[in-house]
């Protein structure tokens, strides 16, 4: 199993940036993609950024050229580096993780952390 812990959520205003932090611990040999996912009240979760271990990212439409993810492998860490933020990013944004072989291969979330932007 792989346990994950966010840091960084707060408010700011619009046009400013945030970063954010997650640690994994666990069955972290066994992971081969990190990233967030953010989700607003009655609405599904949804993808903003992923990072694999080969390098490849993948980021939401909306924060393309706004977001930037990141990781530190020695640390089992991934970050979130958000710039020019809007009203529209307020969410709660959760880590995500998924492992693979010789592990199970299963979708682990943080607790997720909320980040509210004000205009």
């Known amino acids: 199993q792989v346990q994950l812990v966010e840091s960084g959520g707060g408010t700011v205003q619009a046009g400013t940036s945030l970063r954010l932090s997650c640690s994994a611990s666990?069955?972290?040999?066994?992971?081969?993609?990190m990233g967030w996912f953010r989700q607003v009240p009655g609405k599904e979760r949804e993808l903003v950024a992923t990072?694999?271990?080969?390098?490849?990212?993948n980021y939401a439409e909306s924060v393309k050229g706004r977001f930037a993810v990141s990781r530190d492998d020695a640390k089992n860490s991934v970050f979130l580096q958000m710039n020019s933020l809007k009203p529209e990013d307020t969410a709660a944004y959760y880590c995500?993780?998924?492992?693979?072989?010789?592990?199970?291969?299963?979708?682990?979330w943080g607790k997720g952390t909320l980040v509210t932007v004000s205009s």
């Open positions: 666990g069955d972290t040999a066994c992971i081969s993609i």
């Open positions: 990072l694999t271990n080969g390098g490849n990212t």
């Open positions: 995500y993780t998924r492992t693979t072989r010789p592990c199970s291969g299963t979708n682990y």
